[in-house]
């Protein structure tokens, strides 16, 4: 890895960060708060957030076996994802690299903050290489995206060949494990100690049953924290977040029982799925949502929209034609959806 200060954009470098009220009063006991001009009465939401959010961080430590100085949180996935380009990534100058098909927000966030995005792509059967991703970086590359499980493939990637690219490339890894719960493979937040260049994304949103309250996750080393903390926005969490997401963390098991019973659905959608005449290809998924090949993708996506069932077409998605993306959802709705695709007739 380049030393930190050759990747960050030299204003980042600089910046004195914007300090709260409650940054600057830290540590001792206190009951008067008339610092931050606040309303007094208490609603339960008058008073501002914890900026670093410590006792959320705290709950989410132990769950993730990742030390509180060595996590972000922020607004969704969606923040961990843009500040990254804000802090390495000069406009019309340097870009970014990932792979092709994979999570549409990190080419979005490239074109927000006018940074050049190039697409390696996967293979026919969805897998990566090294070596071409490598290949694809110049000295203005700052960052390489890596999604796995992979979103819309649904598949992870091969340990060794993302370690390859961590170990390889001189700036920073970016490693999305939104689906990893789904997952059997060893997840990369556990490395982060290891590589000084690995960020490691995961989310509520999904798992987590809680994409309503916004809350996503960035594990690395407490260099690249501190920079996300600098960077971010002073409260960009709320504090009916934080309490949603205590609240989650305090019941574990029920969300255990969830993911192993979508785990199981699955299966079952998968088995089904791939009995269907219209059904070309089942294809093989480590996370909550199938891809599958149909005969016409866009008539069947019609037919199930006037059906009331919603899946994501995409047909027009590069190595993705004809091809479906279907959560796996209740055993309700999985039923629902055979059934109507039993019915189609073209
Ligand atoms: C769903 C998803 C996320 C989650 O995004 P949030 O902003 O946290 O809801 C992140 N990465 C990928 C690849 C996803 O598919």
Same mark, same amino acid.
């Given at each position: 890895m380049k030393p930190l200060q050759e990747l960050v954009r030299p204003n980042i470098w600089a910046l004195t960060p914007y300090s709260c009220a409650r940054d600057e009063?830290?540590?001792?006991?206190?009951?008067?708060?008339?610092d931050a001009n606040e309303n007094p009465y208490n609603n339960t939401v008058n008073r501002y957030p914890d900026p670093l959010q410590e006792k959320l961080k705290q709950a989410i430590s132990p769950m993730k076996q990742v030390p509180v100085e060595n996590i972000f949180l922020g607004n969704g996935s969606d923040e961990a994802i843009d500040l990254p380009f804000r802090i390495f990534c000069r406009p019309g100058k340097d870009n970014v690299v990932a792979i092709d098909p994979t999570y549409g927000m990190y080419e979005v966030c490239a074109d927000i903050n006018d940074v050049e995005y190039r697409k390696v792509s996967l293979s026919e059967t969805y897998d990566l290489n090294p070596d071409e991703i490598l290949a694809a970086c110049n000295s203005n590359t700052k960052i390489i995206f890596i999604c796995s499980p992979n979103n819309p493939t649904g598949n992870a990637f091969q340990r060794e060949k993302i370690e390859k690219i961590i170990s390889s490339f001189q700036g920073i890894v970016i490693v999305d494990e939104a689906?990893?719960?789904f997952s059997d493979q060893r997840p990369f937040r556990f490395d982060i100690l290891k590589y000084p260049n690995l960020i490691v994304l995961a989310t509520f949103s999904k798992a987590w049953a809680a994409a309503g309250i916004?809350?996503?996750?960035?594990?690395?080393?407490?260099?690249?924290?501190? @920079?996300?903390?600098? /960077?971010?926005?002073?409260?960009?969490?709320?504090? %009916?977040?934080?309490?949603?997401?205590?609240?989650i963390l305090g019941n574990a098991t029920l969300l255990q029982r969830n993911i192993i019973q979508i785990l199981?659905?699955?299966?079952?959608?998968?088995?089904?799925?791939?009995?269907?005449?219209?059904?070309n290809k089942v294809y093989p998924t480590d996370a909550n949502f199938v891809l599958v090949q149909v005969t016409d993708a866009d008539a069947i996506y019609q037919y199930l929209v006037h059906k009331g069932i919603i899946v994501r077409n995409r047909n027009r998605v590069h190595?993705?034609?004809?091809? @479906?993306?279907?959560? /796996?959802?209740?055993?309700?709705?999985?039923?629902? %959806?055979l059934s109507a695709l039993r019915q189609y007739t073209k």
């Amino acid at each position: 890895m380049k030393p930190l200060q050759e990747l960050v954009r030299p204003n980042i470098w600089a910046l004195t960060p914007y300090s709260c009220a409650r940054d600057e009063f830290k540590g001792m006991k206190a009951d008067v708060f008339i610092d931050a001009n606040e309303n007094p009465y208490n609603n339960t939401v008058n008073r501002y957030p914890d900026p670093l959010q410590e006792k959320l961080k705290q709950a989410i430590s132990p769950m993730k076996q990742v030390p509180v100085e060595n996590i972000f949180l922020g607004n969704g996935s969606d923040e961990a994802i843009d500040l990254p380009f804000r802090i390495f990534c000069r406009p019309g100058k340097d870009n970014v690299v990932a792979i092709d098909p994979t999570y549409g927000m990190y080419e979005v966030c490239a074109d927000i903050n006018d940074v050049e995005y190039r697409k390696v792509s996967l293979s026919e059967t969805y897998d990566l290489n090294p070596d071409e991703i490598l290949a694809a970086c110049n000295s203005n590359t700052k960052i390489i995206f890596i999604c796995s499980p992979n979103n819309p493939t649904g598949n992870a990637f091969q340990r060794e060949k993302i370690e390859k690219i961590i170990s390889s490339f001189q700036g920073i890894v970016i490693v999305d494990e939104a689906y990893s719960d789904f997952s059997d493979q060893r997840p990369f937040r556990f490395d982060i100690l290891k590589y000084p260049n690995l960020i490691v994304l995961a989310t509520f949103s999904k798992a987590w049953a809680a994409a309503g309250i916004r809350l996503g996750m960035a594990f690395a080393s407490t260099e690249l924290i501190g @920079l996300f903390n600098r /960077v971010k926005y002073p409260y960009n969490v709320n504090v %009916l977040t934080q309490q949603k997401a205590l609240e989650i963390l305090g019941n574990a098991t029920l969300l255990q029982r969830n993911i192993i019973q979508i785990l199981e659905e699955r299966e079952a959608l998968m088995k089904s799925l791939s009995l269907l005449p219209i059904c070309n290809k089942v294809y093989p998924t480590d996370a909550n949502f199938v891809l599958v090949q149909v005969t016409d993708a866009d008539a069947i996506y019609q037919y199930l929209v006037h059906k009331g069932i919603i899946v994501r077409n995409r047909n027009r998605v590069h190595l993705c034609g004809n091809c @479906l993306r279907i959560t /796996v959802g209740t055993k309700d709705e999985n039923t629902k %959806l055979l059934s109507a695709l039993r019915q189609y007739t073209k």
